[in-house]
């Protein structure tokens, strides 16, 4: 009667035959291999030899990955294993791969799948003089998830600098006061002459009193800077004339006209030499 070769519990035993039974050599090597005297194993005793080799097979992750081929949908890649991709115009026919720089690339597919889940990351490579070495993750359940991108020191930079001004940039104090102005508008001291605005009339409200009425002008943007988007309000503090408002040679105010007497009006600069006039302007 056939005996494991290793004691009770040794790690993967297989069966010989009994030393008593004196069995011909391809028996005992059957045994050993199969687990059963037999020339077709149907199925396969999983812990003999033969089926623990099987199932290393089945289960194994190639050392050497499988190369992708041209036009290849990396969406049918499921099966666990390494798959490499050499070639970017291989990438550039295919489908669904990630995109770096709104290219494709040559890189390394790796996929692990659980049953219910597939996993992918895909290692690109990059091309000569161009190496990129980032990765992208996603994950198969029910659908495919986007790609997700790995984040180095260099993409926090890139991301977060720009939104911190102040680490390059040198403000005068007027600019200062103009880039933190208040929410709400202040009159600036009042005018009795004619008046040009000026960077520190941003945000503020130019209160101009001149008996004759009097001129409100816009310069032009190589002559103040004021950034797109300025407002900037004017009342009318006298009480007999009108104010007038209008853009020097080179600059085109929408809607200008005159301000009437204790009026308000804003002006708003939507382009580089064009200001929009809103209110009582007549």
Not at 70 to 98: F, L, M
């Amino acid at each position: 009667m056939p005996i494991d070769i290793g004691a009770s519990g040794a790690p993967y035993n297989t069966q010989i035959p009994n030393y008593t039974e004196n069995a011909d050599i391809q028996t005992a090597l059957r045994l050993y291999h199969y687990g059963e005297d037999t020339d077709i194993p149907d199925p396969l005793i999983q812990n003999s030899v033969a089926g623990h080799l099987k199932n290393l097979e089945e289960t194994k992750v190639d050392i050497v990955p499988l190369t992708i081929g041209a036009s290849a949908d990396i969406n049918s890649y499921t099966t666990t294993g390494y798959y490499v991709q050499p070639d970017k115009a291989n990438a550039e026919s295919g489908s669904n791969y990630p995109v770096e720089d709104s290219e494709f690339f040559p890189g390394l597919l790796k996929v692990v799948n659980s049953g219910s889940l597939v996993f992918q990351e895909y290692h690109i490579l990059g091309e000569s003089g161009n190496i990129i070495n980032r990765v992208y993750r996603r994950v198969y359940f029910n659908s495919w998830s986007t790609w997700e991108k790995s984040v180095n020191p260099d993409d926090v930079v890139d991301i977060t600098d720009p939104r911190y001004y102040l680490k390059s940039q040198v403000y005068t104090q007027a600019e200062a006061n103009n880039a933190f102005a208040p929410k709400y508008f202040t009159e600036t001291t009042l005018k009795t002459a004619d008046h040009t605005l000026v960077l520190e009339d941003l945000n503020k409200v130019v209160a101009m009193d001149i008996p004759t009425g009097g001129v409100l002008t816009v310069p032009t943007n190589a002559s103040v800077a004021f950034p797109l988007g300025s407002v900037i309000n004017v009342y009318n503090a006298n009480g007999n004339a009108f104010l007038e408002i209008a853009g020097a040679a080179g600059v085109t105010v929408r809607n200008p006209g005159t301000i009437e007497p204790y009026q308000e009006a804003s002006l708003r600069k939507r382009a580089t030499n064009e200001w929009v006039a809103a209110g009582p302007v007549y």
